[in-house]
């Protein structure tokens, strides 16, 4: 019987990842209720609620200040941008993507996940995690085959009809600029392609 799927004789190979980001995910579940069974015969059940309403109140008070800084910082690039200056660029380890993560991780309800998001709280932590997923991401680029969504992110590309790829700008020429009137494009514009 047939279902209409094309059958492959070659099987794929399944990454290692997938085979064992679930058993991960299960161990750090049992390990994480574990855990809070030990704080509770230990401490009681009232102390382990108190922890749990202290990770939430906490993780919701870090991710609020976390997107309160990155909003602070789009509108800050916003006016350098309408003020024709280049954007400033962020120093490493300032980031919000860390200091947002270490909320989650402080809201999911656990220990070790408290334990985990408190050390993402502290700026020499943050700035090494930062290096490290930063070194990975561009090893990973460099690796990606050619037209994959890697690529997208390394140039800008124009698709013609006849399938050509085009790199280029538009740059708008249609009506007289002085040096009393200079144009919208005289001020700062971003490179194509980096």
Not at 59 to 81: E, H, T, Y
Not at 174 to 186: F, L, N, Q, V, Y
Request: proline share 9%; glycine share 12%.
């Amino acid at each position: 019987m047939t279902t209409g799927a094309p059958t492959s004789t070659a099987h794929r190979r399944r990454s290692p990842a997938r085979t064992f980001l679930p058993l991960a995910i299960a161990a750090w579940l049992i390990l994480e209720i574990w855990l809070l069974g030990l704080v509770a015969d230990a401490a009681g059940g009232l102390t382990v609620a108190a922890l749990i309403a202290g990770g939430i109140v906490l993780g919701a008070v870090v991710i609020k200040r976390a997107g309160r800084r990155a909003f602070k910082n789009l509108s800050d690039a916003f006016q350098q941008a309408q003020q024709g200056q280049p954007p400033t660029a962020p120093r490493p380890g300032t980031g919000n993507a860390l200091t947002m993560l270490a909320g989650l991780l402080l809201i999911l309800p656990g220990l070790l996940s408290d334990v985990v998001g408190l050390l993402c709280l502290i700026p020499p932590v943050r700035a090494w995690i930062g290096r490290r997923a930063g070194r990975l991401l561009e090893h990973r680029m460099a690796a990606a085959r050619s037209g994959s969504l890697a690529d997208a992110f390394q140039q800008a590309r124009i698709h013609q009809p006849d399938g050509k790829v085009v790199q280029g700008e538009v740059i708008r020429e249609d009506r007289p600029e002085g040096p009393d009137r200079p144009g919208p494009d005289a001020g700062y514009r971003p490179p194509l392609a980096p």
